[in-house]
Nanobody
Framework: QVQLVESGGGLVQAGGSLTLSCAAS????????MGWFRQAPGKEREFVAH????????YYADSVRGRFTISRDNAKNTGYLQMNSLKPEDTAVYFC??????????????????WGQGTQVTVSS
């Protein structure tokens, strides 16, 4: 089992920045590909970014590419999502997720077995 806990959400003005963290426990984090997803009110959960278990490969949704950066520190069992140039349409609950060891990252939420509880990000205009 893997437990994931997000933190770092909050209220920020458009154009601002936030860094989300995802602390993992319960299983060797270093072998788990990780992803970030978000869900806005009344909308389906959507893919944001994913990173391989090694950290060498990353992938982003078109809507965030160039503004967001996903990373991980395996020594700290923590993943990160650095969000810059935030827009009101980035407002959502952000979730981190992990999938089975040594798989590739995925933009499909169904591929992930472990989820955090989410952290709210609100971007004001």
């Amino acid at each position: 089992q893997v437990q994931l806990v997000e933190s770092g959400g909050g209220l920020v003005q458009a154009g601002g920045s936030l860094t989300l963290s995802c602390a993992a426990s319960g299983r060797t984090f270093t072998s788990l590909p990780m992803g970030w997803f978000r869900q806005a009110p009344g909308k389906e959960r959507e893919f944001v970014a994913h990173i391989s278990w090694s950290g060498h490969t990353t992938y982003y949704a078109d809507s965030v590419r160039g503004r967001f950066t996903i990373s991980r520190d395996n020594a700290k069992n923590t993943g990160y999502l650095q969000m810059n140039s935030l827009k009101p349409e980035d407002t959502a609950v952000y979730f981190c997720a992990a999938r089975s060891p040594y798989y590739h990252g995925s933009d499909y939420s169904g591929d992930y077995s472990y989820w955090g509880q989410g952290t709210q990000v609100t971007v004001s205009s």
